[in-house]
C-alpha cells in the first residue's frame, strides 16, 4: 500500500517560513515527488515538483525565488522550504508523487492527505 505522510503546516505570520516533508513509503515506482495546493473555493494548483534521480526542479511563478524543493532519497523524503510567505500562499498543501513524466508536466499518481499552511497579515 504506497502512503504519503506530510507534515510541517501551521499559522505563520507573513514574511516568516515554514518546511513541509512528505515521505513516501510502500512498494511504488516513483520518479518524482511534487506539492499542489488548494485554497478555499479555488482549484487545486501545482507548486513544486523534483525528480528523484536527477535532482530536477520546476515551479510554478508565483513561488520562485521564494520556495525551495529538494530530496533526501534514502528516507524516500521531499522537503518544501517556503520562504517569504504571503497571506495568498495560505491553503492546504498536498504531496504527490508521480510513476512517470517530467517535473515540467507532472501527473500525480498518488496524493498525500494535505496539511494546511495559513499566512496571517
Known amino acids: 500500500q504506497v502512503q504519503l505522510v506530510e507534515s510541517g503546516g501551521g499559522l505563520v505570520q507573513a514574511g516568516g517560513s515554514l518546511r513541509l516533508s512528505c515521505t513516501l513509503s510502500?512498494?511504488?515506482?516513483?520518479?518524482?515527488m511534487g506539492w499542489f495546493r488548494q485554497a478555499p473555493e479555488k482549484e487545486r494548483e501545482f507548486v513544486a515538483a523534483?525528480?528523484?534521480?536527477?535532482?530536477?526542479?520546476a515551479y510554478a511563478d508565483s513561488v520562485k525565488g521564494r520556495f525551495t524543493i529538494s530530496r533526501d532519497n534514502a528516507k524516500r523524503t521531499v522537503y518544501l522550504q517556503m520562504n517569504n510567505l504571503k497571506p495568498e500562499d495560505t491553503a492546504v498543501y498536498y504531496c504527490?508523487?508521480?510513476?512517470?513524466?517530467?517535473?515540467?508536466?507532472?501527473?500525480?499518481?498518488?496524493w498525500g492527505q494535505g496539511t494546511q499552511v495559513t499566512v496571517s497579515s
Open positions: 504527490a508523487a508521480t510513476s512517470g513524466g517530467s517535473v515540467w508536466s507532472f501527473r500525480p499518481s498518488y
Open positions: 510502500g512498494r511504488t515506482f516513483s520518479v518524482g
Open positions: 523534483i525528480s528523484w534521480s536527477s535532482g530536477s526542479t
